[in-house]
């Protein structure tokens, strides 16, 4: 119980000074997943204004069937919940594990770029949102965790 106070009190006068809980060398990295979440919206609104079906679209990647519209629900997953989550963490494999799911999302979304179907505009959307993914910002090694 006294846990749980301390942290609530913690969380209140973070909130007060206007400070979050993200450790310093994730700053850039918490930018960087609001700069992919608005990236994959506008891939999102290209994909219908350009008459794209993503539940259609579809590949075999690895093996296995998957459409657009599930390798952009897998990419805001990650944004919105596990990234943050993995931030907070804050542990000696955060990163890694950050990496190695960003490299599987930007993998399926450049293997849908690479397909000739696609109208130019939704294109030029995952295009950004490729490139987006290919920048991921690492934390310097002496700063991060289990360092």
């Known amino acids: ?20 809980l993200t450790p310093p060398h994730y700053r850039p990295l918490e930018s960087w997943i609001a700069r992919g979440l608005e990236l994959l919206v506008q891939v999102e609104s290209a994909a219908a204004g350009g008459g794209v079906d993503a539940a259609a679209l ?45 490299m599987n999302d930007q993998y399926r979304v450049a293997q ?10 939704t294109r030029s959307a995952l295009a950004a949102l490729d490139a987006h993914l290919q920048s991921l910002p690492q934390p310097p090694p002496d700063e991060s965790a289990g360092t």
């Not at 919105?80 to 494999?93: G, K, S």
Request: hydrophobic content about 45%; aromatic content about 6%; cysteine-free.
């Open 58 to 102: 579809r590949l075999k990647l690895d093996g296995r069937p998957t459409s657009l519209e599930r390798t952009l629900q897998m990419l805001r997953h990650n944004l919105v919940n596990e990234y943050p989550r993995l931030i907070r963490l804050d542990d000696a494999y955060s990163m890694t594990v950050v990496s190695a799911s960003n």
């Open 1 to 20: 119980m006294m846990r749980f106070l301390r942290a609530l009190i913690k969380a209140l006068r973070l909130t007060l000074k206007g400070e979050t």
């Open 112 to 121: 849908f770029l690479a397909l000739d179907t696609i109208p130019a505009e």
